[in-house]
């Protein structure tokens, strides 16, 4: 029979996913002969040796029964001249380090199907072994200490292998074939169970009795993948309290781990793309709408129409709901106000025994700490809150190459790093509130090691425009360090710019609003229509929400109430209305009249654009939230009702050249105070703000031809706005891109800074 020589080119995710495993496979399975290796572009190369016909049997496979963690963006074939020259199918170890340059360093992967099937078959030597894994499951990215990615390299390196594992290992037909993290109750880590003290307490099933412990009332520190989970019940008040307590969070809403999707239908309704989502390998916390037969405690989201849930995504979390009929426990990040999610077993005793009654711990270190990822859907569109576990450090693939690598910082709240590579951005997990030396050390740390797994050469390092930002600083001590060269960012234009990227457009009107960002005339931003043309102009500020004064710089974002007053200076009869509501201010009537005082007299004030400071307004006056306890609270809680309102005060836009009035918004709303319920005027507030906005953009658009118009920054993650803003647009006849793949919060500052650092500037 005649044979043929193919050269195979494969490109999309297919390193450390099993891919090359699955290849052997299936050519050994055809009986050809050649080899797949990995290619430094994160791509694999194959050559096959065959008959035509076995060849297109294998050619078949590889399109239809490919790993499931593994996504093909193309497969280029190429015919070999020559004689064959391969005895057998092979696979080549890529070891070279410029091979491994902007390699893709695989998110973790919640456990699949089969494990969990053998964890739960009594006669599998696997058989209740909570840290089950195979090539097509379980932890990567948090066990990963160097590149290549080989066991060695891992924190699973102090477990050696046991005769069977290693049987499985070197077994290419075999479903754990050169899985890193393999390992079963013999060989592998070990769970156990310590109180508060760090005394050890002896049981048989420390998970289950966990489990147990859990469903009576107990509070248990849970060590997962990334990190350590605080843990409880979702129906008893008594550990609920305790945990708001010590976590010193009143408000803020506890994620939930429910036991299956079947449990969450009983509090929550789930959408189908919610279900895809929740039972993603990636395994996010989905947010979902209560349901009207909500039966948890009020004490997990208080005030809020949704609840975050996620699945088990591992053995172990699947083991806590075995002996016990709780639908879900609360599992919240464990870490100390303003720092990272604790990951090591002894700074886990030292920072939670106060909270924590028992320990569910075990032996593997965490090489990288990694929060759970957040979500919400708009419809069928799913929006990130947060991009962490399951996701980072997966790069996203641009459409074009940067002229030069850069490392973006981020801003300062919810911050992330990023690596932008040639076409690829790897963005960091989670980093968190970069305003203390916990969260810089380990924006550093993970930074470092982001650097490292990508091989990268840095060459300009991007941060943003603040000056008293940590990241600037960090960012301007880097530069010199290494003689990289510095780009400051202002915030909004990286919202948009990263915008941008993701959809591969070089024009764009782009509306961005949210809490705080520094502009370009140094004062405070957040509510801007900007138009970017990236070959000609760059950005410009073409419009604007009105300029309002903050009483009091952090004060006012603290308590809203403050910023109604400054809005409201001229328009109602102040004192008196603030004397009502002086039990909202912590030092009372004195409060009070300092702040008339400040407002009749002359000084110029401080004052912003933000639209997150006009909603937080509006929620004050409406009595919604008067004080902010964690960020977007009041924003949120606004959403939460307007969700059951109408538009009754049908407000038309107030736009003065290109400034879109608010002064006049929060006037209505407090007229029409005791004329219409809550929900209603909270729904106006919506769609007066989303109506301006759009009918702004939609003007510069034409003025400008341009086609599209976005929406970035934080406050696109609220679906009454973005969808509101959607319609306008689209009627208009104008294309409406938002984020898809990163967030549209600060989480995505970094990656908008790499885009203009990589592709902008010159
Ligand atoms: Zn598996
Ligand atoms: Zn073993
Ligand atoms: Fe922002």
């Known amino acids: 029979m005649n044979s043929v020589r193919l050269k195979i080119i494969v490109t999309g995710i297919v390193q450390g996913v099993g891919f090359r495993p699955f290849v052997y496979r299936i050519a050994v399975q055809n009986g050809l002969r050649g080899y ?40 280029t074939t190429m015919k070999l001249s020559g004689e064959p020259k391969y005895e057998k199918f092979m696979i080549h170890k890529s070891s070279n380090e410029t091979e491994l340059s902007g390699s893709t360093i695989p998110p973790d992967v919640a456990v699949c199907d089969e494990c969990l099937k053998e964890l739960k078959d009594a006669k599998d030597p696997r058989h209740n072994y909570f840290f089950i894994t195979c090539t097509n499951c379980g932890p990567r990215f948090t066990t990963i200490e160097r590149l290549p990615y080989d066991r060695e390299n891992t924190t699973m390196r102090e477990f050696e292998m046991c005769s069977f594992c290693r049987s499985e290992y070197v077994d290419p037909s075999r479903r754990r074939f050169h899985a890193q993290t393999i ?36 509070i248990l520190a849970i060590k997962g993948y990334g990190g350590f989970h605080l843990a409880a019940s979702t129906t008893k008040e008594q550990p609920l309290l305790r945990l708001r307590e010590a976590k010193h969070r009143c408000q803020k809403p506890f994620a939930i781990m429910a036991r299956s999707v079947a449990a969450i239908e009983t509090f929550a309704s789930v959408s189908e793309k919610d279900e895809v989502l929740l039972t993603s390998h990636a395994r996010p916390i989905v947010l979902l709408n209560k349901n009207k037969a ?94 962490s576990r399951g996701y980072a450090p997966a790069p996203l693939i641009l459409r074009k190459r940067a002229k030069r690598c850069v490392l973006g910082l981020g801003g300062e709240l919810n911050d992330t790093s990023c690596i932008l590579l040639q076409n690829k951005a790897f963005i960091s997990q989670h980093i968190g509130d970069v305003e203390n030396i916990e969260t810089k050390e380990l924006l550093v740390e993970a930074t470092k090691h982001l650097v490292h797994l990508t091989n990268s050469k840095i060459e300009l390092i991007a941060c943003d425009l603040h000056p008293k930002f940590a990241t600037t600083h960090l960012a301007r001590e880097l ?22 990227l993701e959809h591969g457009v070089d024009e ?63 328009e109602i009869e102040l004192e008196p209305w603030l004397m009502k509501h002086k039990q909202h201010f912590p030092h009372g009537e004195e409060e009070v009249r300092t702040i008339l005082q400040q407002l009749s007299s002359d000084r110029s004030m401080y004052q912003t654009t933000s639209c ?47 400034t879109l009035q608010t002064t006049q918004l ?97």
Not at 37 to 61: C, H, L, Q, S
Not at 365 to 379: F, L, Y
Request: aromatic share 6%; glycine share 10%.
């Open 36 to 75: 797949v290796k990995n290619k430094g572009d994160a791509g694999a190369e194959i050559i096959v040796e065959g008959d035509p016909e076995t060849i297109r049997k294998f050619m078949n496979a590889l399109k239809n029964q490919k790993p499931p963690l593994s996504q093909i963006y193309e497969i």
């Open 508 to 570: 764009l009107v782009g509306i961005c609003c949210d809490g705080y960002g520094y502009g370009t005339d140094g004062q405070a931003w957040g509510g801007e229509v900007l138009v970017c043309k990236t070959e000609t102009t760059g950005f410009k500020r073409v419009a604007h929400l009105e300029k309002q004064p903050v009483l009091g710089g952090d004060l006012a974002t603290r308590y809203p109430l403050r910023m109604a007053a400054g809005i409201l200076r001229n």
């Open 612 to 658: 997150g400071r006009i909603l937080d307004a509006a929620s004050a006056i409406l009595g919604v939230c008067l004080e902010r306890t964690y960020e977007g609270e009041p924003a949120m809680k606004l959403e939460s009702l307007a969700k059951r309102g109408k538009n009754v005060l049908r407000m038309e836009p107030i736009i003065d050249g290109d």
């Open 294 to 387: 909500f039966a948890l405690s009020d004490l997990i989201a208080p005030n809020l129409h949704n609840v975050g849930v996620m699945l088990p995504y591992t053995g172990l979390h699947y083991m806590l709901f075995d002996d016990i009929a709780d639908v879900a426990f609360v599992m919240t990040s464990a870490n100390p106000p303003n720092r990272p999610i604790v990951k090591d077993n002894e700074e886990a005793l030292r920072t939670l025994s106060d909270t924590a009654d028992f320990f569910l711990l075990h032996d593997r270190k965490i090489a990288q700490r990694c929060d759970d990822s957040v979500i919400r859907t708009h419809g069928s569109r799913m929006v990130f809150l947060r991009r």
């Open 183 to 218: 390992a079963c109750p013999r060989c592998g880590p070990k769970a156990y169970l310590v109180n508060s003290k760090g005394e050890l307490i002896e049981r048989n099933d420390p998970i289950r009795e966990a489990g147990r412990l859990l469903s009576n009332g107990k």
């Open 479 to 500: 530069a010199d360090e290494n003689d990289w060269q510095l780009a400051q960012v202002q915030h909004h234009y990286a919202h948009i710019a990263g915008l941008m």
């Open 666 to 762: 929060l006037h209505e709303l407090i007229e029409n105070q005791n004329k219409y319920s809550k929900p209603d005027l909270a729904k106006s507030v919506h769609s007066y703000l989303s109506k301006g906005l759009a009918q702004l953009a939609v003007e510069k658009a034409i003025e400008n031809r341009i086609e599209s118009i976005g929406f970035s920054g934080g406050a696109a993650c609220n679906e009454i706005l973005a969808s509101a803003i959607r319609r306008t647009v689209e009627n208009a006849g104008l294309k409406f891109l938002v984020n898809e793949t990163i967030p549209p919060g600060d989480g995505g500052i970094s990656f908008g800074q790499t885009v203009v650092g990589g592709f902008f500037f010159s």
